[in-house]
């Protein structure tokens, strides 16, 4: 039996995307270096970059999600030290191959590097470094670039939206 790979398709303010069926918190991390260089993973079911996150598991804590995620697609070992923002837009749906279509529901991290080494797990193709002078250049969805933005922009206090 050959199993297929689950995709999805992300509709970001689409009047015609379809009604969700579930939602999962999530997280994404920013992880910076010495060079204060970003670090970001090619997606393999969108081809866009994106921060290292995922989906929350039952028995863990939003913050566990958060380090375990960016382990488990970096290599890298952080330790959360705040949060950036709570990204919740109803009109920003994940729709899967295998029926599902996802809610947005993803808090954003700021980390602090603590070793590791930078490794590409199954779900990407590729990861790097990146200097912030070419985030703007960089093929990313619109939700990405907005938890880097406000990132960038150093907030006084976390995005609730």
Same mark, same amino acid.
């Given at each position: 039996m050959t199993e297929t790979a689950v995709t999805r398709i992300d509709h970001y303010n689409d009047p015609d995307a379809p009604p969700a069926n579930s939602?999962?918190?999530s997280t994404?991390?920013?992880?910076?270096?010495t060079e204060d260089r970003i670090v970001?993973?090619?997606?393999?079911d969108n081809d866009l970059w994106a921060l290292p996150? #995922? !989906?929350?598991? $039952?028995?863990? *804590?939003?913050?566990?999600t958060a380090v375990?995620?960016?382990?488990?697609?970096?290599?890298?070992?952080?330790?959360?030290?705040?949060?950036?923002?709570?990204?919740?837009n109803p009109h920003h749906v994940m729709a899967y191959t295998d029926g599902e279509v996802r809610q947005q529901?993803?808090?954003?991290?700021?980390?602090?590097?603590? #070793? !590791?080494?930078? $490794?590409?797990? *199954?779900e990407s193709t590729d990861i790097a470094w990146t200097p912030q002078e070419q985030l703007d250049a960089i093929s990313m969805h619109?939700?990405?670039?907005?938890?880097?933005?406000?990132y960038r922009e150093h907030r006084p206090t976390p995005y609730l939206g």
């Open positions: 939602v999962v918190p994404t991390a920013v992880v910076t270096d970001l993973i090619r997606r393999r996150g #995922g !989906g929350m598991d $039952l028995g863990e *804590s939003i913050v566990d375990r995620e960016v382990k488990e697609e970096t290599g890298l070992d952080v330790e959360v030290t705040g949060l950036i923002g709570v990204y919740t529901f993803s808090l954003c991290f700021t980390t602090r590097l603590l #070793g !590791g080494t930078l $490794l590409i797990d *199954s619109p939700s990405m670039r907005l938890r880097i933005n406000h």
